[in-house]
């Protein structure tokens, strides 16, 4: 009996080795959307969808949203130590398991909303499109150039 009861304690031992890892992991579910929607998702440089989108991300990822005629709007993913990896407790092995795979943080955010800004080289192209230059003057003592632009 004696030997049967150090026998369940050392598995339950290595079933709670890296508690982070197993019962939470490292990536969480996180919906993105954009105003106005339809931006293109970058998780770490790599194109993951267009938003609404529901992505699982880690934390620290860098998530890039862009979208044509609007600013690129960068978040990177917050995070805070995930207390599951408690569980561990004196297990050195434990610890540096959830270390390893990232699992000691995890994502606090579950929805993400951003909004993009019309790109200021939009409205300059809008002009250029709608008007034309009738007139450009260059100061080179003052460092100045003056540009006239006509409507339609």
């Known amino acids: 009996m004696k030997r049967l009861s150090i026998i369940l304690m050392s598995a339950a031992f290595l079933l709670i080795t890296s508690c982070g890892s197993i019962l939470t992991g490292s990536k969480r579910k996180v919906m993105f959307e954009t105003n106005p929607p339809g931006a293109k998702v970058f998780v770490n440089g790599m194109e993951k969808g267009q938003t609404p989108v529901k992505l699982r991300v880690k934390a620290e990822d860098n998530i890039e949203f ?13 995070s805070s130590f995930n207390l599951v990896s408690i569980l561990n407790g ?18 606090d955010t579950k929805y993400v909303k951003v909004t993009l800004d019309k790109s200021k080289k939009t ?5 250029m499109k709608n008007g034309n230059i009738t007139n450009v003057t260059i100061d080179k003592e003052n460092k100045v150039i003056e540009t006239t632009i006509v409507l339609k």
């Open 66 to 78: 862009k979208l044509e005629n609007y600013t690129e709007k960068v978040v990177v993913m917050d």
């Open 90 to 107: 004196f297990n050195l092995i434990g610890w540096g398991i959830d270390a390893l795979t990232g699992s000691l943080k995890r994502v």
């Open 123 to 127: 409205a300059f192209m809008n002009y």
